[in-house]
């Protein structure tokens, strides 16, 4: 599988050459930030010349302050784009696409969605790192020529948290940060919750498609040994050997044959998993969303979904320890999922039928 796609080179700057760029385009980016939020104020109705060019330099400033905040944290004077990012990147335009296009329809004010869209991605990545370096991130010390397991991997080597290249994000964690920050956006912006949790629920669900296919090129998130006359089964070989994947069987199975070793492909099960779940719900909510009992019934749906689904493709898996009675963390963590979600519909449809 191709895990890094291009290649693109920093200029070598000095240490402090690169904290001064850093400090000016971090007041570069938050000025036009607030300059273009004002200008759109003032021309709400139709975008200003003004508010495309403020927009415009804003984006140009972030661009420079995250490339400067990357070379400062890592050291590194290049960056590698690779497919799992890749993924990413669509399904966050192919979700905001459809989320200001369900939006308009709705008579909903695009401009918080999008925000939300922005800042509500950037800290579901930080929660679905943040459990993946609690619950499942593991490192070979060479010093003592031991695997260290999760949280202590972790403990041992924070700066592993900036390093993304070859996956490591957990659903789970993404879906916590991101629905208690939504929450509170929500709240803060005085928007209708339910409706807007219906019309993210599609592409919550294309998100999941593409990011497993992320994890398919990445190497992660992997499969046990199957048979080689399962027809589902797919070759080791057929990742790179660098991914963590081949390490992993490299390195716990070293007597079998790696050329020949078959595994079950948890990452496409899971993938096309993605693709039938948006098809549902988006059928649903295009068909029947105005007649649901009550609004955010859809996004309850799309919860309950995932996590049985992601219950039973957990059996296949065998990257992540059974440490909850026996279960994966993402299994635990998908029954009490689907506990709260049943005992939400439920306070809903009842409260909905009272005021009606």
């Known amino acids: 599988m191709l895990s890094k796609i291009y290649q ?11 904290w001064i760029i850093l400090i000016i385009s971090g007041l570069f980016t938050f000025a036009f930030y607030f300059l273009s939020n004002s200008e759109n104020i003032k021309s709400r109705d139709k975008k200003s010349f003004l508010f495309n060019l403020y927009n415009s330099l804003f984006y140009i400033g972030l661009l420079f302050l995250l490339l400067s905040l990357f070379t400062v944290i890592t050291g590194q004077k290049s960056i590698d784009f690779n497919s799992y990012g890749l993924m990413l990147a669509i ?3 192919l979700g905001v696409y459809l989320i200001s296009k369900k939006a308009r329809r709705e008579h909903i004010p695009e401009e918080p969605l999008l925000d939300l869209s922005l800042w509500g991605i950037l800290v579901s990545m930080l929660g679905a790192r943040m459990f993946y370096m609690i619950f499942e991130y593991e490192m070979f010390d060479p010093a003592s020529k031991k695997l260290i397991t999760a949280p202590y991997a972790f403990l ?10 070859s996956g490591g994000l957990v659903v789970y964690g993404g879906f916590i940060f991101g629905i208690t920050f939504s929450l ?5 912006k005085k928007l209708p919750l339910g409706k807007i949790a219906d019309i993210f629920a599609p592409s919550l669900a294309l998100g999941v498609m593409f990011a497993r296919l992320g994890c398919n090129f990445a190497g992660c998130c992997w499969g046990g040994i199957t048979d080689s006359n399962n027809i589902l089964g797919i070759p080791l070989s057929l990742f790179q050997k660098d991914s963590p994947v081949y390490d992993h069987y490299l390195r716990n199975f070293p007597q079998l044959n790696h050329d020949h070793l078959h595994i079950w492909p948890a990452q496409l099960i899971s993938s096309a998993n993605g693709l039938i779940m948006f098809i549902i719900l988006s059928i649903l909510y295009t068909k029947y969303h105005k007649s649901f009992p009550f609004q955010g019934l859809l996004f309850f749906i799309f919860l309950i979904y995932y996590a049985i689904t992601r219950f039973l493709i957990e059996f296949i898996r065998t990257d992540t320890p059974k440490d909850f009675f026996s279960l994966t963390a993402a299994q635990f963590i998908g029954i009490m999922v689907i506990l709260t979600s049943i005992g939400l519909i439920i306070y809903n449809y009842k409260k909905n039928r009272i005021t009606s």
Request: charge should be negative; hydrophobic fraction near 45%.
């Open 8 to 18: 693109i080179s920093l200029v070598d700057l000095s240490r402090e050459t690169i």
């Open 91 to 93: 399904a966050f335009l």
């Open 156 to 165: 041992n080597n924070p700066s592993s948290f900036l390093d993304i290249s």
């Open 184 to 188: 509170i956006y929500i709240y803060k």
